[in-house]
């Protein structure tokens, strides 16, 4: 398992078994998982973001923390609120990082999460030109999630 997916698993697990609540002290959690600071900054702003359904805030200096909350949505928000966070262009790797936040909100059952993520796979759009396979993952997932809302 890379780093990266440690710590998101970790803050996960804390923001689980912490009713959707997770204050982090940043250095005890690298110290903790063996990685650098950054790490966890690294992790938070591209895993904890509003647009994947956590607020997060943070105070600086000797006793600081990074306090993360999973936001509370009915599935059919939720879905909406992933759809106007895609834009016009989206990778693969935070494709995946929506799927798997979507599956464990259990908005999205396993199998359904495991076709989307092969439609939206490179190997999937790999007739498409490179320059245009994120807008083409963007268009098709938005599309498969508002057929979810039916």
């Not at 982090?24 to 973001?49: D, M």
């Not at 106007?84 to 999205?108: C, F, P, W």
Request: aromatic share 4%.
């Amino acid at each position: 398992m890379r780093m990266s997916d440690l710590v998101a698993q970790t803050i996960l697990e804390m923001l689980d078994s912490q009713n959707g609540n997770a204050e982090i002290q940043r250095n005890e959690l690298a110290t903790t998982l063996g990685c650098v600071p950054s790490q966890i900054n690294y992790v938070i702003t591209s895993r904890f973001t509003p647009e994947q359904g956590y607020v997060v805030e943070s105070r600086r200096g000797g006793g600081g923390y990074i306090r993360i909350t999973r936001i509370k949505t009915d599935d059919k928000t939720m879905v909406m609120h992933v759809v106007n966070s895609i834009g016009d262009s989206l990778d693969k790797m935070t494709a995946e990082v929506m799927l798997k936040n979507l599956y464990r909100e259990q908005i999205l059952d396993r199998k359904t999460a495991n076709v989307m993520a092969v439609a939206l796979s490179d190997r999937a759009l790999r007739n498409a030109p490179q320059s245009i396979r994120d807008n083409l993952r963007a268009d098709i997932f938005k599309n498969m999630l508002i057929s979810t809302l039916s």
